[in-house]
């Protein structure tokens, strides 16, 4: 069996439609989502190995990569789509809520990336991407704005220590709210995943902004 692909942040969206494009491909998929109905939502025809991990539990997120690769092996990709997605303003910040978005925005992907990334390292290949987003900072999604700066700067730390042993991270960036039917529709945007794990080494890409044109 060809190892898998994880989905971290799985539901209707992108990680369904990410799931899917995989899956086409023949890949083996697991999915992780915080609850069993963002799960039920993705209903792949093929089939799933599903878990349930709050991406800011880092032991429960741990687990259900190690169960993922007891099953698959060492994935051939790990897609990191968990965030949280919400309006605020400078005026509303409080520590609690920042400090919740940070832990799924972006520490969450930290703790993925070193759980699997080293495995990946060792065998010399491998994708490792995270949906960004906010390529403008903006005042009505502070939390947010902050979140996906920080996810592009991790991407690019990963790429330092992992990327010379073969190890492709890069990041999608949604530059708009995603819906079926329009130009952010969720089956456009996997395209990029698919493009940039299929990548020769040599054509890599770091960052991929979809800004709701064709892909």
Known sequence: ?????????????????????????????????????????????????????????????????????????????????????????????TVRAHLDAWAVDVVGALIAAAHVGPAMARRGSGSFLVTGGMPTPKAGYVSLSLGKSGVRTLVELLDQEYGPSGVHVASVTVDGPVAPGTGFDPDDIAEHYWRLHTQPRGEWEREVLHSGLSV
Do not use: H, Q
């Open 1 to 93: 069996m060809m190892p898998g692909a994880v989905i971290i942040g799985a539901g209707p969206g992108i990680g369904r439609s990410v799931a899917r494009r995989f899956a086409r491909e023949g890949m083996p998929i697991a999915l992780v989502a915080r609850t069993r109905e963002s799960l039920e939502a993705v209903r792949l025809k093929e089939g799933a190995l599903t878990y349930t991990a709050d991406a800011a539990d880092e032991t429960a997120l741990r687990a259900a990569l190690d169960a993922a690769t007891a099953e698959l092996g060492t994935p051939d990709v790990v897609v990191y789509n968990a965030a949280i997605v919400r309006a605020d303003t400078v005026a509303e910040a």
